[in-house]
């Protein structure tokens, strides 16, 4: 059973950085996969960041584009997201979720979820 674990939240100032972790674990030895981040601000609907599969190839919703990058350390089965130039209008509670091949988007369903991390912007 796949588990997903973030850390790396916190409080940062308006145009600081910050790189969340997700410590993934219980991924059937070469299975595809695809993994994403998403986020969810207090009474705003969940919404996709970024996409990468077990070939490093990753995808962007279009609004998250430019100061979020998404990468992994496949030999520490850990996701990142590094992201700059925050804005306080970044903070929500992040998230990590799994599936498993195909189309690997922010747009597909996804199964598995972590129990998110927040991240606090202030101006």
């Known amino acids: 059973q796949v588990q997903l674990v973030e850390s790396g939240g916190g409080s940062v100032q308006a145009g600081g950085s910050l790189r969340l972790s997700c410590s993934a674990s219980?991924?059937?030895?070469?299975?595809?996969?695809?993994m994403g981040w998403f986020r969810q601000a207090p009474g705003q609907e969940r919404e996709g960041i970024a996409s990468i599969d077990r070939y490093d190839r990753s995808k962007y919703a279009d609004s998250m584009k430019g100061r979020f990058t998404i990468s992994q350390d496949a030999a520490k089965n850990t996701l990142y997201l590094q992201m700059s130039s925050l804005k306080p209008e970044d903070s929500a509670v992040y998230y990590c979720?799994?599936?498993?091949?195909?189309?690997?988007?922010?747009?597909?369903?996804?199964?598995?979820w972590g129990q998110g991390t927040q991240v606090t912007v202030s101006s």
């Open positions: 219980g991924f059937p030895a070469g299975r595809l996969y695809c």
């Open positions: 979720a799994a599936r498993g091949g195909g189309v690997c988007d922010t747009n597909q369903y996804y199964p598995t």
